[in-house]
């Protein structure tokens, strides 16, 4: 005996649609189970967006906190007169300089363009030095024409003590 059971054409689309159901459960299912810890890669570059404009943000802030003393500095570093160096003036030169190179360390922001503030910080620090081997050259130029003005008259007084003594001696002799 043969146990085919054939089924009625309405039969074997209820029976279809019947496993399409089952289907679409088991894939609803396992899908559930396999991604209900996945993380979306477009909520974390979502997040990313907002860590990076939160990190534009804090540096845009310390720009306008640094951008005040990075022209205080500069006009003071160019302004600095050549014939004189107050201790003052260095010593506030010197610390505002360092203000800015501390700047590039704030952990708080990871944006490298932070990294700005320690190149102008070198720079600050350069052509502040560079002014005060100016000052330094120029007051050593002022010494050695003060020396030679001095020992041209100091030479020239000489030169006369001889000439009368030249005249004295040969007065004499005569």
Known sequence: MQGHVSLSKKEKHQHFFYLLLLLGAAII???F????NYQSPFSSEASYEM??????NKFASLQEEISPLLHKTFDKIDGLQLKS??????TDIEN????????SNNDKISDPRKES??????Y???????????????ENI???????????????EREQQLAQKNAAISSRNN
Request: hydrophobic share 45%; proline share 2%; charged share 25%.
């Open 29 to 31: 299912i396992l899908g």
């Open 33 to 36: 189970i396999f991604f209900r």
């Open 51 to 56: 860590q990076l404009l939160e990190q534009k």
């Open 85 to 90: 160096l107050q201790p003052y003036v260095e």
């Open 96 to 103: 505002n300089i360092n203000q800015i190179a501390n700047a």
């Open 117 to 122: 503030f320690l190149q102008i910080a070198r």
């Open 124 to 138: 600050y620090k350069m052509y502040f030095d560079d002014k005060k081997i100016a000052a330094k050259k120029t």
């Open 142 to 156: 002022l010494l050695f024409e003060k020396q030679f003005t001095e020992c041209s008259i100091g030479f020239k």
